[in-house]
């Protein structure tokens, strides 16, 4: 069983991650929320080790995403682009599996025909 400040670490970045999704484009939040979900609860039974890097990588994606949504704030959301490129590095470290979930996301993210059909408030 985990540590209760664990627990309640992972469940603090899973609720920041998506706070910071609501300022997002629509298409992208929803894309990133279902993500976002399904690889936490992917890695519910994780290995320590595992867990270690997980976590290290969800807080530097929250890192960049909350520094792009302060940056919209002030420019509007056409001006910035939400995301990082992957370095070389980085990608030589990833698992098969891992480039096989990648390529599936780019291939959804870059569709014509979105599989979200969402509609924004038009207040």
Do not use: C
Request: glycine share 6%; no cysteine.
């Amino acid at each position: 069983m985990a540590a209760p400040t664990h627990v309640s670490r992972v469940r603090s970045l899973y609720k920041r991650i998506l706070v910071l999704h609501r300022f997002l484009p629509v298409d992208l939040r929803a894309l990133g929320d279902q993500y976002v979900k399904d690889e936490f609860r992917r890695h519910k039974g994780a290995e320590p080790a595992e867990v270690t890097s997980f976590m290290t990588e969800w807080e530097n994606y929250k890192n960049v995403l909350q520094t792009q949504v302060l940056e919209s704030v002030g420019g509007g959301l056409s001006s910035v682009k939400f995301g990082a490129d992957l370095s070389e590095r980085n990608l030589g470290e990833f698992q098969d599996e891992q480039i096989g979930q990648l390529y599936e996301l780019m291939l959804e993210a870059t569709k014509p025909n979105r599989q979200f059909d969402i509609q924004e408030d038009s207040k």
